[in-house]
């Protein structure tokens, strides 16, 4: 069935320095990735997402990347800042599914001032 | 201006007791869907509904029921609550004209003791 692998499950970086999460899908119809991002006590919040006609999107700080062939997609945040510290999730979805995402297990990111 | 409520921040209930989780969105959107978060296992789809009156079964079913008799609400319903059932529980809605992210309710924190 459908699956969203992520890795890794949690990840510490110095403020300053770049963090990369990474995914794969396994589902070749999906070609919709959303990333969300969920501080403590709060609810997923949407912070980027990609659409399988483009390879790579920025806001900011924040960018995602998505390899098709490789079915993969990644997130980076660059100048990581303490308030970057979180658990992020990636997702897939596909018209197939009516937008049903595909979550993977979520990263714990923590930024060490 | 929450798009997404859930009723209950918090609830403690006791084995066995039926349980009623609310979720109403002001969106006007199609889909709505239940998730379960538990730590180290990410979201799990529970059930979710694309009409009214329409619900299927998402990754993890058993133990639960749900409901949808207006768009806007989306009721999860623990038929005899169970210990394993302690969990973050997560509505979320989207809509259908295209598939998109979800936006997140603030979750409630149930407790079966």
């Known amino acids: 069935g459908e699956n969203v692998e992520q890795h890794p499950s949690t990840l510490s970086v110095q403020e300053g320095d770049s963090a990369v999460i990474k995914c794969t899908y396994s589902?070749?119809?999906?070609?919709?990735f959303p990333w969300y991002k969920q501080e403590l006590g709060k609810r997923p919040q949407l912070i980027i997402d990609?659409?399988?006609?483009?390879g790579e999107k920025k806001d900011q700080r924040i960018a995602v990347t998505l390899n098709k062939t490789a079915k993969h997609f990644s997130l980076h945040i660059t100048e990581t800042q303490p308030e970057d510290s979180a658990v992020y999730f990636c997702?897939?979805?596909?018209?197939?599914?009516?937008?049903?995402?595909?979550f993977g297990q979520g990263t714990e990111l923590s930024v060490k001032p | 201006d929450v798009k997404v409520t859930q009723s209950s921040r918090y609830l403690v209930k006791r084995t066995g007791e039926k349980v009623f989780l609310e979720c109403v969105q002001d969106?006007?959107?199609?889909?709505m869907f239940w998730y379960r978060q538990d730590p180290g296992l990410g979201l799990r789809l529970i059930y979710f509904?694309?009409?009214?009156?329409?619900?299927e079964k998402g990754d993890i079913p058993e133990g639960y029921s749900v409901s949808r008799e207006k768009k806007e609400r989306f009721s999860l319903i623990l038929e005899s609550a169970s210990t394993n059932q302690t969990s973050m529980y997560l509505c979320?809605?989207?809509?259908?004209?295209?598939?998109?992210?979800?936006?997140f309710g603030s979750g409630t924190r149930l407790t079966v003791v």
């Open positions: 979320a809605s989207s809509p259908d004209r295209e598939v998109d992210g979800y936006t």
């Open positions: 589902d070749s119809a999906s070609n919709y």
């Open positions: 990609i659409r399988s006609n483009v």
């Open positions: 997702a897939g979805a596909g018209w197939a599914v009516r937008g049903k995402l595909i």
């Open positions: 969106m006007d959107h199609e889909n």
């Open positions: 509904s694309y009409d009214v009156k329409m619900k």
